[in-house]
């Protein structure tokens, strides 16, 4: 069943906090695209109909940060920009999207490396993104170099698929929470933390502090029904169990395979939450 997304307002608590280093992100990712790519749910049409609304993104010039396995990356280069930079830190995953492109989009330009060692031209760029990627980063720094590489008047917009309503969880939610007690935490939620993308005061102030102007705000809420293999796939993608040891890890993909099987009947409906954040630089 696809995604039903609803575009809501969203109060705003305290910050995430993560015992994962942010080094982390730039290799937890690539063991198996496919596998990720797979895995890994759609973002809601809402989010490209909101940047098609407020940007122009045909003949524009766009970069993006942590590309991964193009799962944003390609929705965009649909509509016909004049160049896509994509930014992605581990080799595995620049592989991945350049099998993908092969010569179809000739206006996608993969650059191996991170954010912070990208070299981009000051003031060339129409239109700056990152899906599910940002909270790997330092914040003030990263959206410096960002305001940087954008021309006057250009558009950031970053957006997080955040597996779980923390307002209003699932049932499924409630019950399998403790199976990921003991792991390592990553910067985008932190057991008994707000969502980093969901943490708006704190987003909002980040990008009026870099020099960002009239920061926009869309909360899109989404349901999606999973089964036990899809349950199970999806979370073998998340940061701190890709970063748990083979034991810990293989036990939490079973007990979240048995809790679909034995206490849901092998399905379960699951409430989703995408923020997306759009500002331009003056």
Same mark, same amino acid.
């Given at each position: 069943? @696809?995604?039903r ?14 015992? =994962? ?35 122009? +993104? ?6 993006? +940060? ?8 390609? @929705? &965009? ?5 004049? %160049?896509?930079?994509?930014? !992605?830190?581990?080799?595995? &995953? ?22 912070? !060692? ?10 700056? $993104?990152? #899906? ?9 720094e990263?959206l410096?170099?960002?305001?940087? *590489? ?23 939610? %409630? ?11 990553? @910067? *985008?939620?932190? @057991? ?10 704190a987003?909002?102030?980040? &990008? ?8 926009? /705000?869309d ?6 029904q999973?089964? #036990?293999g %899809? /349950? ?8 701190? /169990? ?7 890890? %293989?036990? =939490? ?7 679909? !099987? ?9 409430? $989703? ?10």
């Amino acid at each position: 069943m @696809p995604p039903r997304a609803v575009l809501l307002a969203h109060p705003t608590k305290e910050r995430t906090m993560s015992s =994962l280093p942010l080094q982390a992100g730039r290799t937890a990712f690539g063991g198996n695209p496919d596998s990720y790519e797979a895995a890994r749910p759609p973002y809601p049409d809402a989010v490209y109909a909101a940047l098609r609304e407020r940007c122009t +993104i045909t003949g524009a010039r766009l970069f993006e +940060i942590g590309a991964g396995t193009g799962k944003a990356t390609f @929705p &965009l280069l649909a509509d016909r920009p004049a %160049q896509l930079t994509a930014v !992605e830190p581990d080799a595995r &995953l620049t592989r991945h999207l350049a099998d993908l492109a092969g010569n179809d989009w000739p206006m996608l330009d993969i650059m191996a490396t991170s954010w912070e !060692e990208a070299v981009l031209p000051d003031g060339a760029y129409d239109l700056g $993104f990152a #899906a599910t990627a940002f909270h790997w980063l330092p914040q003030g720094e990263a959206l410096r170099k960002i305001v940087r *590489a954008l021309r006057p008047g250009g558009w950031w917009t970053m957006w997080w698929n955040v597996f779980g309503d923390p307002d209003a969880p699932d049932a499924f939610h %409630q019950r399998a929470g403790a199976l990921f007690r003991g792991l390592r935490s990553s @910067p *985008a939620w932190a @057991p008994g933390r707000r969502p980093f993308g969901l943490d708006i005061d704190a987003r909002i102030a980040d &990008l009026k502090q870099a020099g960002f102007e009239d920061p926009v /705000v869309d909360v899109l809420r989404w349901t999606i029904q999973m089964d #036990a293999g %899809q /349950v199970r796939a999806l979370a073998a993608t998340f940061s701190e /169990v890709v970063n748990a040891g083979e034991h810990a890890r %293989q036990k =939490l993909l079973d007990d979240l395979t048995s809790l679909v !099987e034995d206490e849901f009947g092998g399905q379960v409906e699951r409430h $989703f939450v995408t923020p997306m954040y759009m500002a331009r630089k003056p």
